[in-house]
């Protein structure tokens, strides 16, 4: 499970968090929504140890991100899989070594073990038939969906997708969202997804949190925050919706 408290955080003086406290169930998604720039990918980034807290904790698996340092703090990251907001591929490495790259890296699993693993994930992906070739020779889609199984791959406990389907056409949004789902549905693992595609993405999720002003404004399931009538989630919801 996934626990902040009272989280505090600023940058040179410029408060982004002003008082964060969210629970996460194990196994459970949840959606991080709330405008540009208020804080979302830091947050998850204070999730992952990579911020630590100017105040206040995260606590991950009853282990606190904020505290763990060098070998340990790596290997609490090698339960977590990351699909970053703008992460990409490693362009010098083809589909299938890029996804062998966690294994290859945190792992003493054989090259035959990682070549059956890396396989599957691929096929899980539909990237069937494509593993040999370069991030510069496939489709934003499809780099995506590279990346998503070079995250599940290691099997996480704790995923985190920052904007999974931004710069995507919606069918192909949607088929990302839906491979998010049976990911999940697969692996059981507690996720967080920051998305600015309220309506397909609260329908695969258990609980939505809106970030704004450096607080959680809103928490619920989808449908209560959905007919939230409060008026910030109400442009926020209202607004995403058209
Ligand atoms: N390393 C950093 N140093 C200084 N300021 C930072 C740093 N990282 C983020 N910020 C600031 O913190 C605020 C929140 O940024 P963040 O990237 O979390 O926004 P966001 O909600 O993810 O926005 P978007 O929807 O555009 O991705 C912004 O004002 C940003 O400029
Ligand atoms: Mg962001």
């Given at each position: 499970?996934i ?14 968090f002003?008082?964060?406290?969210l ?9 991080l929504i ?6 979302k ?17 995260v606590?991950?698996n009853?282990?606190d991100?904020g ?6 703090l ?5 339960r ?7 992460g990409?591929?490693?362009d ?8 062998a790259?966690?294994?290859n890296?945190?792992?003493?699993l054989s090259?035959?073990?990682?070549q059956?693993?890396?396989l599957k994930e691929l096929?899980n ?11 510069s020779q496939i ?11 070079r995250a ?8 985190l ?12 949004g949607?088929?990302?969202?839906e491979?998010i789902d ?10 967080i997804i ?14 939505v ?6 607080v959680i ?9 959905f ?5 910030v ?7 995403e919706e058209e």
């Open positions: 499970m626990k902040i408290e009272h989280l505090y955080k600023s940058f040179d003086g410029n408060e982004v002003r008082e964060i406290s629970e996460i169930t194990k196994g459970h998604v949840l959606a709330g405008r540009s720039g208020c804080g990918s830091v947050l998850l980034k204070h999730v992952a140890g990579l911020i630590k807290p100017e105040k206040g904790r606590v991950v009853g282990k991100m505290i763990a340092k060098g070998k340990a790596a290997a609490l990251r090698d977590f899989g990351f699909l970053f907001q703008g990409a591929l490693f010098s490495m083809n589909v299938f070594e890029n996804v790259f966690p294994l890296e945190k792992t003493r090259h035959k073990v990682i059956e693993r890396v096929e992906v539909g990237l069937s038939g494509s593993e040999y070739k370069y991030p489709s934003g889609g499809m780099v995506k969906r590279a990346a998503l199984a599940l791959v290691g099997d996480p406990e704790i995923m997708f920052d904007e999974p389907t931004t710069g995507l056409d919606p069918v192909t949607h088929a990302i969202i491979l049976s990911c999940h549905r697969r692996l059981h693992f507690t996720g920051v998305t600015h595609e309220i309506t397909k993405v609260f329908s695969i999720v258990d609980r949190a809106m970030l704004h002003e450096g404004w809103a928490e619920g399931t989808p449908s209560e925050v007919s939230s009538k409060d008026p989630v109400r442009a926020f919801v209202g607004e």
